[in-house]
């Protein structure tokens, strides 16, 4: 397993086929389904699909992708990383939790990793996020990391979503 960056309480590293289990449950939580969305993740062939369609090939294709963020003692508590949208011209930062570690500061701290990496290892200047208008907590989350109010957009498959953005720059983390 390839791990991607540590903090004081968290291991984020790359999913791998023995995570359908954990992926199984986080997007059939009910604040996955009400915030991001019904993948239809019904039985573990149907997560080990999610795995090789999207965290597997986001890493090959852009080399960055969402990663699983686990506890120290390697509990999988969430997923938090980089995506690149169709509908973005630059990556966005997304992120989902297990409900037990809500309210925990772990969200931001992953985020706050994955923003560190994110200026190590890729020439970006700008980071987007999105978030559905009614998720107050991420939207909370993203301004807590930097990320300023841009608008709102229309995302065919996802109505109208919130849309924030950060920009970067290498010799510290994230222009706040």
Known sequence: MSTIAQSENLILRQFTHTDDAFI???LNTPTWQEFIGNFQINELADALAYINNV????????????????????EPIGMCGLFKRDYLDQPDLGFAFLPGYAGK???????????????????????????????LRSQNLLKRCGFGFEGEITVNDMGRLSLYKLSLQKNNAAVI
């Open 105 to 135: 500061g772990l969200a931001y701290e992953s985020c706050l990793a994955v923003l560190d990496y994110a200026v190590k290892h890729f020439n970006l200047t700008t980071l987007y996020a999105t978030t559905s208008q009614n998720n």
């Open 55 to 74: 965290p597997l090939t986001y890493y090959t294709k852009h080399g960055f992708g969402p990663w699983l963020v686990a506890l120290k003692t390697g």
């Open 24 to 26: 199984y449950d986080l």
